[in-house]
């Protein structure tokens, strides 16, 4: 610790801290402008200047180390008189009505306090404004130099989107375009909105709706990154969302998703009543009558045909307590194992490849690796798309000199900082990394020590392995071997070395094996169970982790136990027998429903419809459905097509419980609005209708923190987790106790159940789902950076302004070749249906391949997509469709 003496007092600080932080700490206040905690110190407004007894000038105290022994003065009438001084130069050209608007701004405070309102006699400039953005309201006549917004978009998002122009008094800021922000390269993060302290960058929605007059801090509703963020209500509305600084994932930073994406809270088509379709007709009706006729419904299909007649899917938009209670409900109300959730269409591979050699499904390590690993590999993810805070932090360890290996079918945007980038043919992940291991063994690249004392089946593995050569993959994937020895000796080599994956690995007929041989990678180099290092599958949703984690699974208990490991604990806590018949999956569930066997199905925030691939098989087996029930916040497709009864749900924004990141953290969910209308949280619904079917003292929670203290009774891993310990930044488990800190990095120093980790001996088997002169191309499928999932809530947006249609991405070779032209509608036709969408010319794709968005019901992708699944856990293989594309 650093003694020194503040303005008289002394005090002890920790090591490495700057003058400001000291400051901070002892709740002295120095105004500050150009300063940041999420940037580099830049000293150069000087309104923080300190004196510090025996220098010979006033240093800034953002920019000056502390050091031990200094006496420090911050308020001396010589630094007031400084300060003031200052403050007027940048009044002078500052405009007096622009500080009504908002007073609380830093600036305006600053003037106010220093008596310099009257000294703004600046003028607003209708040439400086800007408003082509949907988010961002830019009006640079109140920008007063501060360049946060410059600092902030390069060394936090890694864009670059503000310049600065000229110098002195013709300095001027302005977005990359040269003309307007939305013309530029910002991707709408809004982390120089946040950073601007003078009103020059502003929410459009705060000068629509008002400043806030609450903030809640909650976990974001969008992707599996966990940020946490503080939402601003005013009259019950949400009117701004900002990023919380000392979120340990997002450090004070969001996406344009959870920064601005929230307007589907209000929008009109919202549903707030329980509804029973009867003859066609959709009737609203009370709760009552919804819950009572859902419990009729069950009773009489289970008395009918049975328990495995009748399936549940919980989600990730729901919460873990809800999930919990879902799976629940389905095995002690309904009596079945058919239970899942959208884990099975995403990245259920990666929890079974990684449990099956590991011993536990999830991520090892922890998004803070990103900064400590020496190379990042990133496979099939695209994370400045998709988990875009996740892909800034990439990116920044890549421009700060972290080596970077993309395996990726498209040149996406990280292939741009990429020191590799192997393109492969979609579908031929595992020769590819079969190719990489091949040459990490014959070249002698692998961790010897770590192999010694922590792998099984070493022998075996070397003797197959060496039958991967580099030249043999090369065929098979279309990169060059060269290439793939170069990209295995640069992951083999920096140490330590960590693994992304994201659906680019797992949507494919050999997902799980592909997670497997990435899995071996890891374990050939020794990158495992250490920081820097490790299988980080990026997980899609919010809550896609938990919601499988909290039993959501037809063969896994919460904690993710089979099902006959846990049966002992499980019926001691609820008091009730579990199914023993095994449960069907979704997948399997869909098949049955085709065949007339599964005769009910409650769907909780998934629109399986517009989900699942080969969606004219899915409307087959939904059509042979007897009861389906969909609870959500919309009418979805599968309930406009479908449903007979609607269940109106609360947002995440509507209700308390916790979500799980793909770190393994748990972070809290709370509630900073009231449901609209009727509609009631998930957990409310299920248990309600388990009292209606006589099976209520199961169920007698009175908030999702008794469900949650439920959970960690039957859940070992997670009993030292209270709420009262995620207030503050979550916790990741395992943590088995209340003392115990929670997991950064799993398998530290052994693997689960103290065994070896035996490398994978994973053959190639090609996809069924080959082109032919019928359908020459290779479809592959994914989201984009402003759109999400089915579109149930960014479609309700100014999101869509920024990306309003699904498009199909083609290589400019084929495009000349076809005559196609950017913006044109064309048709893409598979073996299983046919779609339209615009066509963009795009150099990042290659010839004979596709890329096309998913997310509108009006193109509706998963027409095309087609049957084929993974062998282990039957994910589709959403990422490879052969198609053709025609003129309509
Ligand atoms: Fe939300 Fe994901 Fe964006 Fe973070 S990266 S703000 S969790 S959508």
């Known amino acids: 610790m650093l003694r020194v003496t503040l303005n008289g007092q002394a005090g002890e600080f920790p090591e490495g801290a700057t003058v400001l932080d000291a400051l901070r700490a002892a709740s002295i206040a120095v105004p500050t402008l150009c300063h940041d905690p999420r940037l580099k110190p830049g000293g150069a407004c000087r309104l923080c200047v300190v004196s510090v007894k025996g220098w010979p000038r006033p240093v800034p105290a953002c920019s000056t180390p502390l050091a031990g022994g200094m006496e420090i003065e911050t308020h001396t009438p010589d630094l007031e008189e400084g300060r003031r001084a200052s403050l007027q130069l940048l009044a002078r050209d500052y405009p007096r009505e622009a500080l009504r608007q908002f007073p609380e701004k830093e600036f305006h405070r600053y003037l106010r306090a220093y008596g310099l309102e009257e000294e703004a006699v600046g003028q607003l400039e209708a040439s400086l404004r800007d408003d082509s953005h949907p988010y961002i309201h830019v009006d640079m006549s109140q920008c007063i130099y501060c360049y946060r917004c410059v600092r902030i978009c390069a060394e936090v998002q890694g864009q670059f989107v503000w310049k600065v122009l000229n110098r002195g008094e013709a300095t001027r800021i302005l977005p990359d375009s040269g003309t307007t922000l939305r013309e530029s390269s910002c991707v709408s993060c809004g982390a120089c909105v946040d950073a601007c302290p003078s009103g020059a960058l502003e929410d459009k929605t705060l000068l629509l709706h008002g400043v806030p007059t609450e903030w809640v801090k909650t976990t974001c509703p969008y992707c599996g990154t966990g940020c946490e963020m503080r939402?601003?209500?005013?009259?019950?509305?949400?009117?701004t969302v900002r990023p919380a600084l000392e979120a340990p994932v997002s450090k004070g930073h969001l996406c344009v998703k959870g920064r601005y994406a929230f307007a589907f809270n209000h929008a009109e088509d919202r549903m707030t009543r329980p509804m029973i379709r009867e003859r066609g007709e959709w009737r609203t009706v009370s709760w009552d009558d919804a819950v009572r006729f859902v419990a009729a419904r069950f009773r009489e299909i289970l008395e009918r045909y049975g328990p495995q007649s009748v399936g549940v899917l919980g989600s990730a938009r729901a919460t873990n307590e809800e999930n919990y209670v879902a799976q629940k409900f389905a095995r002690v109300v309904l009596g079945t194992n058919n239970v899942d959730c959208c884990a099975r269409v995403c990245h259920a591979p990666s929890a079974a490849g990684m449990k099956l050699i590991l011993g536990t499904g999830a991520a090892t390590n922890s998004f803070d690796d990103i900064e400590k690993a020496r190379a990042l590999l990133v496979c099939g993810?695209?994370?400045t798309e998709n988990h875009p805070i996740v892909g800034a932090r990439v990116k920044e360890a890549a421009l700060r000199g972290a080596s970077l290996i993309v395996i990726d079918p498209r040149r996406i945007e990280l292939a741009r900082y990429a020191d590799i980038h192997l393109p492969l043919r979609p579908g031929t992940n595992v020769p590819l990394l079969n190719a990489m291991a091949c040459a990490i063994v014959e070249e002698r690249l692998y961790d010897e020590p770590f192999v010694q004392e922590r792998i099984a089946e070493w022998e075996e593995f070397q003797e197959f392995i060496r039958a991967w050569t580099p030249e043999r993959a090369a065929e098979l994937t279309g990169v060059e071997a060269g290439k793939i020895r170069a990209a295995a000796r640069l992951y083999a080599t920096s140490q330590p070395a960590m693994c992304i994956h994201g659906l680019g690995l797992t949507e494919h007929g050999q997902g799980t094996e592909g997670v497997m041989c990435l899995v071996n990678l890891a374990l050939l180099t020794g990158n495992m169970g250490k920081r820097g290092s490790g299988i980080n599958p990026l997980r899609g949703q919010n809550n896609v982790q938990g919601s499988a984690h909290m039993g959501c699974e037809p063969s896994h208990l919460t904690g993710y136990v089979p099902l006959e490991n846990g049966r002992a604990l499980f019926e001691s806590v609820w008091r009730a027998p579990l199914p023993s018949r095994p449960g069907m999956n979704m997948i399997e569930m869909m098949d049955a429903a085709a065949e007339g066997r599964l005769k009910a199905l409650w769907a909780i925030g998934y629109d399986i419809l517009l989900t699942n691939p080969n969606s004219e098989m899915t409307r087959r087996a939904l059509e042979s459905v007897e009861l389906v029930i969909v609870q959500d916040m919309f009418l979805n497709e599968t309930a406009r097509e479908f449903a007979?009864?609607?269940?109106?749900?609360?947002?995440?924004?509507?209700?308390?419980?916790?979500?799980?990141?793909?770190?393994r953290r748990i972070?809290?969910?709370?509630?900073?609005?009231?449901?609209?209308?009727?509609?009631?949280?998930?957990?409310?619904?299920?248990?309600?209708?388990?009292?209606?079917?006589?099976?209520?003292?199961?169920?007698?929670?009175?908030s999702a923190e008794e469900i949650w203290n439920e959970v960690r009774q039957v859940w070992k891993a997670g009993q030292g987790i209270s709420y009262a310990r995620m207030e503050q930044n979550g916790v990741q488990w395992p943590c088995p106790a209340e003392d115990h800190p929670g997991t950064e990095v799993l398998h530290a120093e052994t693997f689960a159940g103290n065994r070896r980790a035996a490398l994978r001996r994973v053959e190639f088997r090609p996809t069924a789902e080959t082109t032919s002169p019928e359908f020459p191309f290779l479809l592959t499928s994914g989201r984009t950076l402003y759109q999400f999932n089915a579109g149930t809530m960014t479609l309700r947006t100014a999101n869509t302004v920024l990306h309003p249609a699904d498009f199909l991405d083609v290589s400019p070779d084929d495009a000349a070749r076809l005559a196609l032209v950017n913006g044109e509608r064309v048709r893409i036709r598979s073996r299983y249906g046919e779609t339209v969408l615009p066509l963009r010319i795009h150099p990042g794709v290659k010839p004979g391949e596709l890329f096309a968005t998913f997310h509108t019901a009006a193109v509706f992708l998963n027409r095309v997509t087609g049957p084929h699944r993974d062998g282990y856990t039957l994910t589709p293989e959403y990422k490879v469709t052969a198609v053709r594309i025609e003129k309509p």
């Open 644 to 663: 007979t009864v609607f269940l109106p749900v609360a947002s995440s924004f509507e209700k308390e419980g916790t979500f799980m990141n793909a770190e």
């Open 231 to 239: 939402v601003g209500t005013r009259d019950q509305r949400i009117v």
């Open 667 to 702: 972070q809290k969910v709370r509630q900073a609005l009231d449901p609209p209308g009727e509609a009631r949280t998930d957990w409310e619904i299920v248990c309600d209708v388990a009292r209606a079917m006589g099976k209520g003292e199961f169920f007698a929670f009175g």
């Open 381 to 383: 993810a695209n994370p």
